[in-house]
């Protein structure tokens, strides 16, 4: 047994309730962990010092728990910035531009994409990201897609199937033929690898009716439903997702007012991505109108070559609180326990005992500071049990 004291702790979040207000928040504060999991968390003062076989001091920091990123594409080859310059010029966003990163991954080695992968994984660990989601999506066919779960796999447990991320261009002329490849022998291929299945229900990628063919055939194969819906209008995506009690559905970026209601009135988790809406320059998604109704909001920072190249969950901390009508604490919430809730995990997000001891060291007093300082680097040091 290995039992470590963070003692010194200037501001500690960790959603407990038995600590200060929504944020579970002690000051001057410190966390014993044992053997990985939060044992006791409180005052310094009252610290079970004799229990610890290592003791740490964090320096008036701030502590956090680590971030939860429940939606990225991390698998990938190839480069969009040409894309975005012509965006930032005027250019509308689209889904089509995706194929342009299938083709470079698919030219790709495995080892190629499993270095690019892990410089990817030390630039989250870096920013305060402990758990991670990737998603496929860059393949699409039967070896790719497999391929691209396989890597993820070696990095993370929480895996998804998104071979229904956009028709490629040999089924252009055929696109329920290509649904009946995902639901297939791509499925067949993807689910010892995945732990979950998504669809890009979007106009110009599947219909209601495509997407509710895969997610069923995912389902059936007991994988976790998600969805990503609603980015470029409003559509009945979110009314899917809901359906199949999915845990997430995606972007949410135009939601009608009985999608509002829907996911106020379900476990299906709004996951927001603002660093989409700021590299594509749509409207940001209302975020204060879905607290305000009662749904769950987790924000997410869909790390992909397209449409939103950031790894940093402070800097979508920081547009959210911006643009989307949320404050620090909630922002702060829908990063950590909100992506946690995103992908129905119950041990992180949080640093109530029995947690992982995934936490965050800030250079800041104060998590305010990741909001308050957009652009800078707080985080001093990263913990993953």
């Known amino acids: 047994m290995t039992a470590t004291l963070l003692t010194g702790i200037g501001e500690l979040t960790t959603f407990d309730p038995q600590h200060e207000g929504p944020l579970g928040i ?22 079970p010092v004799s229990d610890a076989d290592r003791v ?44 342009s990163t299938v083709a470079a991954t698919r030219a790709a080695s495995d080892e190629h994409l499993r270095a690019r992968l892990a410089r990817f994984v030390t630039e989250l660990r870096a920013q305060g990201t402990t758990t991670f989601e990737i998603k496929s999506g860059y393949g699409l066919t ?9 890597l993820a796999r070696e990095v993370t447990d929480e895996t998804t199937f998104l071979g229904a991320h956009v028709v490629p261009p040999e089924f252009a002329d055929d696109p329920d033929a290509y649904v009946d490849l995902v639901t297939g022998p791509m499925l067949d291929a993807c689910a010892p690898h995945a732990r979950w299945i998504d669809v890009f229900c979007e106009r110009g990628a599947f219909t209601v009716e495509q997407s509710r063919r ?39 970026t135009y939601l009608t007012n009985d999608d509002v209601q829907l996911l106020a009135a379900s476990e299906t988790v709004a996951t927001l991505l603002p660093g989409v809406e700021f590299s594509t320059r749509q409207p940001y998604p209302d975020a204060r109108r879905l607290l305000d109704a009662g749904a769950t909001v987790a ?12 790894s940093s969950m402070a800097f979508c901390i920081a547009v959210a609180v911006r643009d989307m ?12 326990l909100g992506g946690a809730q995103a992908l129905r995990r119950d041990d992180v997000g949080h640093l109530r005992p029995g ?13 305010v500071h990741l909001a308050y300082r957009p652009g800078v680097p707080l985080v001093r040091a990263t913990h993953v049990a």
């Open 214 to 252: 895969v997610l069923e055939a995912g389902a059936a194969r007991g994988l976790g439903v998600r969805v990503h819906a609603s980015q470029l209008g409003e559509g009945a995506g979110v009314a899917l997702a809901v359906a199949l009690d999915a845990a997430s559905v995606d972007h949410c």
């Open 325 to 336: 009508g949320m404050t620090v604490a909630e922002a702060l919430r829908a990063a950590t």
């Open 56 to 99: 740490e001091d964090a320096g008036g920091a701030a502590v956090i728990p680590g971030f939860v990123d429940s939606h990225t594409h991390l698998v990938f080859a190839g480069d969009r910035a040409a894309e975005f310059e012509a965006r930032m010029a005027g250019r509308p966003y689209s889904a089509g531009g995706i194929r």
């Open 299 to 310: 924000l997410a920072s869909d790390c992909n070559p397209g449409s939103s190249f950031t």
């Open 142 to 150: 039967v070896a790719d897609e497999e391929r691209l779960l396989r």
């Open 355 to 367: 947690a992982r001891a995934d936490y965050v060291v800030l250079d800041a007093p104060s998590a």
């Open 26 to 47: 002690v000051r001057d504060a410190a966390l014993l962990a044992v053997d990985g999991r939060v044992e006791w968390t409180g005052p310094a003062s009252a610290a």
